[in-house]
Every structure is written in structure tokens, then in C-alpha cells.
């Protein structure tokens, strides 16, 4: 299917793989409509892609608000309600320690962001592709989401939620013209794991020593690829990782 013309909507799209999505898409000539918490970054984004003929609107969301997610979708421009592809990208994760250290505080961010507020956008934008028969909604899940690894309890839980309410939602969506699909990235070298260790970039850097993870460009071509299908193929699950790795656990470093 062309991405010309396109309505694509990416959450979380102020860094990452939600940021690489808004290149990708744009590239195939889709109209982006982005959100995220970091505004500034978001309207720069969109000034030059409007600069390059792309159109582009951008509006500030923290997924967890259910509130603010309700409005702000509601309250989209006229030319900007009809979103044909959903990339639910917006997450993270806080923290990697055993499950009896772990800080409440962090567990709640993951939950509300990854799973709650993975349902606020979802539930706010699926009843008009229901409408208008047709959409797709692309969730970006994890290896955390099939696989569960020392310390990741709480964010690998969230994932595995992710993969729950995927199939539900295709299961719930089936016979409206909606697709739904997962992707499933290894390591992707992105502010994740900064974000993840509270700003320690030093800690960070060292998830990736001696490997070659991915790009948030891969994630997005492969996104893009899940998009192209024509409308009788739903690629429904992608687990995409780097070539060093085998596993959640399993990672080839050079020393
Ligand atoms: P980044 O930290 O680079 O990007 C995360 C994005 O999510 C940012 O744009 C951030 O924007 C946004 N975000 C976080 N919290 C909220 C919130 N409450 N409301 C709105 N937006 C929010 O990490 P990645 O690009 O790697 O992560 C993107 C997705 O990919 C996540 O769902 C992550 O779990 C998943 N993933 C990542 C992997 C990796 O190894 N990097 C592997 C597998 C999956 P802002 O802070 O401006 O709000
Ligand atoms: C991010 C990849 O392995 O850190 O979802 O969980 S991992």
C-alpha cells in the first residue's frame, strides 16, 4: 500500500525510534502527525519537514495523562482527525535491579506509560478507523514482551502486556478493516537505556560495548515495511534483532 498521503500518527516520536518513524514516513510521502512530551524538539521536527513540503503537526501528550489524551486527539485540527496508521511507539523503562529493590516509583512510570497509556491513545483514535473501515495500528512491543530477563521484571511485564492487548485488539477489530500489528526490537542503541539508568549515560553506553545493536532507522524501515503491506496482508508479529543477538540474554560482544 502507498504511504502517499497518508495520516501517520507516531507517539513518542521526540527521540528513538519514534523520531527515525517520523523520517521514514515522511520519506514515503505520509503526512505525520507526532506527539510526545518534549515539545520543543517536536516543533523544530516540524518546521523542517513543512520546509521540505511535508506536512506535518505536532502537539504536546503525556500518554499517562488519560484526560489530556482524550482532548487532545478530540481537539485535533479538521484536516488532522482522520489517522489511517497509529505507531504506538511511546515507552520506556526505569531501572534494573532485583524485583525486591525495585522503586515503586519507577514501576508506575513503566506501567502507565507502556500499558496505560498505550490503551488512552489506542482507545482515542481506534472507534474512527472503526468509522471509516479502515486503519492500521502498529504497536511497538519488545524482546522484553516474549522473553523475561534478570532485573527487567516490571518493564518486561509491561511488554508482555503490550503482546496481550495486541491480539485482543485484533481479535476485538476483526472484520472492521482495522490491522493491528507488533514489532518486536532487540537492542536498539536510542535514549532508552540513558533513560533507563536515570540519565547515567556511562551505564548506558555499556548495554552496547562490543555489539552492533540497532538503529531506531532499522526499527523504522521495518515499520514502514509492516505499513506497505497491501490491505489483505497484516504482517501481525516482527521480532527484529541485531545480528549479535540471539536472545534476551544472548548477546555476541567482542571483546
Ligand atoms: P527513547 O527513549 O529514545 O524514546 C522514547 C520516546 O517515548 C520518546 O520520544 C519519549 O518522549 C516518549 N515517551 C516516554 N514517556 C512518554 C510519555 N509519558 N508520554 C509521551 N511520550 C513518552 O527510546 P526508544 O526509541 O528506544 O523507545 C521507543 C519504544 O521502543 C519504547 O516503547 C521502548 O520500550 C521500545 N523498545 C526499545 C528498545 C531499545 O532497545 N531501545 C527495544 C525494544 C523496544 P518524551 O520524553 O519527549 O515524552
Ligand atoms: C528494550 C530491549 O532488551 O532492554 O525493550 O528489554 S531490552
Same mark, same amino acid.
Given at each position: 500500500?502507498?504511504?502517499?498521503?497518508?495520516?501517520?500518527?507516531?507517539?513518542?516520536?521526540?527521540?528513538?525510534?519514534?523520531?527515525?518513524?517520523?523520517?521514514? %514516513?515522511?520519506?514515503?510521502?505520509? *503526512?505525520?502527525?507526532?506527539?510526545?512530551?518534549?515539545?520543543?524538539?517536536?516543533?523544530?521536527?516540524?518546521?523542517?519537514?513543512?520546509?521540505?513540503?511535508?506536512?506535518?503537526? !505536532? %502537539?504536546?501528550?503525556? $500518554?499517562?495523562? *488519560?484526560? !489530556?489524551?482524550?482532548?487532545? %486527539?478530540?481537539?485535533?485540527?479538521?484536516?488532522? /482527525?482522520?489517522?489511517?496508521?497509529?505507531?504506538?511507539?511511546?515507552?520506556?523503562?526505569?531501572?534494573?535491579?532485583?524485583?525486591?529493590?525495585?522503586?515503586?516509583?519507577?514501576?508506575?512510570?513503566?506501567?502507565?506509560?507502556?500499558?496505560?497509556?498505550?490503551?488512552?491513545?489506542? *482507545?482515542?483514535?481506534?472507534?474512527?478507523?472503526?468509522?471509516?473501515?479502515?486503519?492500521?495500528?502498529?504497536?511497538?512491543?519488545?524482546?522484553?514482551?516474549?522473553?523475561?530477563?534478570?532485573?527487567?521484571?516490571?518493564?518486561?511485564?509491561?511488554?508482555?502486556?503490550?503482546?496481550?492487548?495486541?491480539?485482543?485488539?485484533?481479535?476485538?477489530?476483526?472484520?472492521?478493516?482495522?490491522?493491528?500489528?507488533?514489532?518486536?526490537?532487540?537492542?536498539?542503541?536510542?535514549?532508552?537505556?540513558? $533513560?533507563? %539508568?536515570?540519565?547515567?549515560?556511562?551505564?548506558?553506553?555499556?548495554?552496547?560495548?562490543?555489539?552492533?545493536?540497532?538503529?531506531?532507522?532499522?526499527?523504522?524501515?521495518?515499520?514502514?515495511? $509492516? !505499513?506497505? /503491506?497491501? !490491505?489483505?496482508?497484516?504482517?501481525?508479529?516482527?521480532?527484529?534483532?541485531?545480528?549479535? /543477538?540471539?536472545?534476551?540474554?544472548?548477546?555476541? *560482544?567482542?571483546?
Amino acid at each position: 500500500m502507498s504511504l502517499n498521503g497518508q495520516t501517520v500518527c507516531v507517539t513518542g516520536a521526540s527521540s528513538g525510534i519514534g523520531a527515525a518513524c517520523v523520517d521514514t %514516513f515522511a520519506n514515503a510521502g505520509a *503526512r505525520l502527525l507526532i506527539c510526545a512530551r518534549r515539545s520543543d524538539r517536536l516543533h523544530e521536527r516540524v518546521a523542517s519537514l513543512c520546509e521540505a513540503g511535508i506536512e506535518a503537526y !505536532a %502537539f504536546e501528550l503525556d $500518554v499517562r495523562d *488519560r484526560a !489530556a489524551v482524550a482532548a487532545s %486527539f478530540a481537539g485535533l485540527p479538521a484536516d488532522w /482527525q482522520c489517522i489511517d496508521i497509529l505507531i504506538n511507539n511511546a515507552g520506556l523503562s526505569r531501572g534494573l535491579e532485583p524485583l525486591q529493590e525495585g522503586l515503586l516509583d519507577d514501576w508506575d512510570e513503566m506501567l502507565e506509560t507502556n500499558v496505560q497509556g498505550l490503551l488512552y491513545v489506542s *482507545r482515542a483514535v481506534l472507534p474512527g478507523m472503526v468509522e471509516r473501515g479502515s486503519g492500521h495500528l502498529i504497536n511497538i512491543g519488545s524482546i522484553a514482551g516474549r522473553e523475561v530477563y534478570p532485573n527487567g521484571a516490571v518493564y518486561c511485564a509491561s511488554k508482555h502486556a503490550v503482546g496481550a492487548i495486541t491480539q485482543g485488539m485484533r481479535l476485538d477489530l476483526s472484520g472492521t478493516g482495522v490491522k493491528v500489528s507488533i514489532l518486536d526490537p532487540g537492542l536498539v542503541n536510542t535514549e532508552f537505556s540513558k $533513560v533507563r %539508568f536515570h540519565g547515567d549515560q556511562d551505564r548506558a553506553d555499556k548495554t552496547y560495548l562490543g555489539m552492533t545493536p540497532l538503529g531506531g532507522v532499522d526499527v523504522a524501515s521495518a515499520v514502514r515495511w $509492516v !505499513a506497505e /503491506q497491501p !490491505a489483505h496482508v497484516n504482517v501481525a508479529e516482527v521480532l527484529l534483532f541485531p545480528s549479535d /543477538q540471539a536472545s534476551a540474554t544472548v548477546v555476541h *560482544r567482542r571483546s
